[in-house]
């Protein structure tokens, strides 16, 4: 048995994806025989973290400044918009480096079962800034579930009358996929994507 500010750790960490509250047990212990290596520059890095994190106005990317490092990075294609989901998926597309232009995070997706409708959504500031002007595409980078789609197919309707090329990414076949591993969704969405050779 441990005392109850250690019990009360390791629920916190118990409550973090990924952790139940026996991986949870095992990083406090981690943490605590390692203290001044582990244990202190965590609870510095979180804490300068608390002190400086904010949503940025512009994109509604988490970052310590404001507006975030993406939108304030005059390398960045403002013409192209990447609109996500939530920001884990921003940060997924990031890792990739694969695109150069900024985001818009929506902060989840429609859900009728949730009680999740558009107003809930950051849908009309991303209507606000293709009006404005500058953009000339809109990336639908929505995760391929219904609720997904079915915000893609909503935000695709709120933006046609907008002078903007508007794409999705493309689903399918994962590289590397075997065709018997595949689910009824993935093979039915790759046959349906599937373009000429050569």
């Given amino acids: 048995m441990s005392s109850p500010e250690l019990e009360a750790l390791i629920q916190a ?5 990924g952790l139940g509250p026996r991986s949870a047990r095992r990083v406090v212990l981690h943490l605590l025989r390692k203290r001044e290596t582990r244990l202190v520059p965590l609870l510095k890095a979180l804490e300068r973290v ?7 106005p512009t994109c509604g990317n ?12 005059p390398r960045r294609d403002a013409r192209s918009l990447c609109v996500v989901e939530d920001v884990s998926d921003l940060w997924a597309l ?42 000339d595409e ?9 609720e997904g789609q079915t915000t893609a197919h909503y935000i695709a309707e709120q933006i046609e ?6 794409t999705q990414l493309a689903h399918g076949l994962p590289v590397g996929g075997e065709l018997d591993y595949l689910d009824d969704g993935t093979l039915a969405q790759a046959l349906r994507a599937r373009r000429p050779i050569g």
């Fill in 62 to 73: 988490i970052d310590t400044r404001t507006p975030c490092s993406i939108c304030a990075d």
């Fill in 13 to 17: 960490l118990a409550h973090l994806p």
């Fill in 94 to 135: 990031e890792r990739a480096h694969l695109f150069p232009g900024r985001y818009h995070v929506l902060g989840g997706r429609l859900s009728a079962l949730d009680g999740v409708g558009p107003d809930d959504l950051n849908i009309a500031a991303l209507v606000s800034r293709i009006a404005a002007g500058g953009v």
């Fill in 50 to 56: 608390n002190g400086a994190l904010a949503a940025c």
């Fill in 161 to 166: 009358h907008f002078p903007v090329r508007l």
């Fill in 138 to 146: 809109v990336v639908l980078a929505m995760n391929a579930t219904l």
